[in-house]
């Protein structure tokens, strides 16, 4: 079960880096290998100072 919400949770933020334009396929596998929550912070700065991946 733990295991089911990990990678909802990376679906979840490589939902929102679709939204955002980003590339989703590199922003969930940043998810898995970073934790859900450790790329969305990524991700949050990213949006931020404008980097574009």
């Known amino acids: 079960m733990l295991v089911f ?5 990376a679906m979840g933020l490589a939902y929102w880096a679709k939204i955002h334009g980003r590339n989703p396929a590199l922003w969930f596998i940043l998810a898995v290998a970073l934790t859900p929550l450790g790329a969305s912070v990524a991700l949050m700065v990213a949006d931020r100072i404008g980097f574009r991946a």
């Open 5 to 9: 919400l990990y990678f909802l949770a």
